[in-house]
């Protein structure tokens, strides 16, 4: 099992920046890749970002490219998504996502562990 936490959301400007992270614990082959998924209200979640845990290689949604940027801290087994020049568009639910093998994906049911979520408000 793998169990994943999300913390760092809340209510901002446009423009302004914010750093959601997501501690992850459990089965270290479980979580190989981690993903960023949003979920806007009456809207379908959406792939954000994602990142492999060896090799950090990373891939994003068109929407966030030069604007949000995905890391991670292996020694403290957390995720980080940075989210600068925040806007309007962005205020969504955000969840991290984990799921084993090689490969970055963007599809929801291709992740075996999810987080419960936090709430990024970005206000005009």
């Known amino acids: 099992q793998v169990q994943l936490v999300e913390s760092g959301g809340g209510l901002v400007q446009a423009g302004d920046s914010l750093r959601l992270s997501c501690a992850a614990s459990g089965r270290t082959f479980s979580r190989d890749v981690v993903g960023w998924f949003r979920q806007a209200s009456g809207k379908e979640r959406e792939f954000v970002a994602a990142?492999?845990?060896?090799?950090?290689?990373?891939s994003y949604a068109e929407a966030v490219k030069g604007r949000f940027t995905i890391s991670i801290n292996s020694a403290q087994m957390t995720v980080y998504l940075q989210m600068d020049s925040l806007k309007p568009e962005d205020t969504a639910v955000y969840y991290c996502?984990?799921?084993?093998?090689?490969?970055?994906?963007?599809?929801?049911?291709?992740?075996?562990?999810w987080g419960q979520g936090t709430q990024v408000t970005v206000s005009s």
């Open positions: 990142i492999h845990e060896r090799d950090t290689r990373t």
């Open positions: 996502a984990a799921r084993s093998g090689w490969l970055l994906k963007s599809r929801m049911d291709e992740y075996d562990y």
